[in-house]
């Protein structure tokens, strides 16, 4: 990050509004729900506790907690999205608490949370190494971070592709941010998880520039894992 963005970053002011792609994403996500749901579903199962939602969007996760999850509190900038949100939680079947923010700058004390949840949304943060560092710090000794993300390609010729539409900006203003050339799970690692799950999964045609997207787990400093599956 460079000049202006970087100092509304520092303030913990990231762009928020994308009126026009939340508008696209909220209609999109429910049209998906047949393909994308069971997915959802294996990002959620068998969480426990407090958990955090960061970037929920419209809310469509907060159906599919499952009973053994006492709270969400899932964090939304996007003010349109945020609305959304704050009506989808009145009727989920945990109790979930939408909080303004980003995750960058998390309004929560440290090891607060029992897991942490980041579905299509660390491809949008401005600053990803900074919200993995917090995702770290809220989260309790050995607590889990789900993920559901789409990364970078492994074929060179799609990956430089996916470099291009990120670097000219096209994707991130027609994505709302997003970045589609991340990758993440390397990143997640990085910021010290262990990474103990990853699927590698495709939405929609295995060639469009978001595939292939991984869905996984992976554990914050605290508990030694034996063998790690992915990274
Ligand atoms: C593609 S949508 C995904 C929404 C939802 N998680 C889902 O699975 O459908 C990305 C979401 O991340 C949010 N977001 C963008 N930048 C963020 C940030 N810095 N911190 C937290 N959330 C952010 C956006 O407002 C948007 O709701």
């Not at 963005?5 to 996500?29: K, M, Y």
């Not at 949304?121 to 607590?143: F, I, Q, T, W």
Request: glycine share 10%; with cysteine; charged share 25%.
């Amino acid at each position: 990050m460079d000049g202006p963005r970087e100092d509304l970053a520092q303030r913990g002011c990231e762009e928020r509004r994308h009126p026009i792609f939340a508008r696209f994403f909220d209609r999109l996500s429910r049209c998906s729900e047949r393909e994308v749901g069971v997915y959802r579903d294996r990002l959620l199962e068998g969480l426990y506790g407090r958990v955090l939602e960061v970037g929920a969007g419209n809310g469509v996760n907060f159906g599919r907690y499952p009973p053994t999850v006492e709270e969400v509190v899932a964090l939304e900038p996007e003010p349109f999205m945020r609305k959304k949100a704050q009506c989808a939680a009145t009727t989920a079947p945990v109790a979930v608490r939408v909080v303004d923010g980003v995750a960058s700058r998390l309004p929560f004390e440290s090891s607060s949370f029992d897991a942490a949840v980041a579905s299509l949304v660390l491809c949008s943060v401005p600053d990803l190494d900074a919200a993995l560092m917090e995702l770290r710090r809220v989260l309790a000794d050995g607590g889990e971070l789900r993920f559901l993300e789409h990364v970078r390609a492994d074929s060179p010729v799609k990956a430089r592709l996916q470099r291009l539409l990120d670097r000219t900006g096209i994707w991130p203003l027609l994505g709302g941010g997003c970045h589609c050339s991340r990758s993440t799970i390397g990143a997640v690692a990085a910021a010290g998880f262990r990474v103990h799950e990853c699927e590698s999964l495709a939405f929609g045609p295995s060639w469009w520039i978001t595939n292939p997207h991984m869905r996984g787990a992976a554990l914050a400093p605290g508990e030694a894992l034996a063998n790690s599956s992915c990274v």
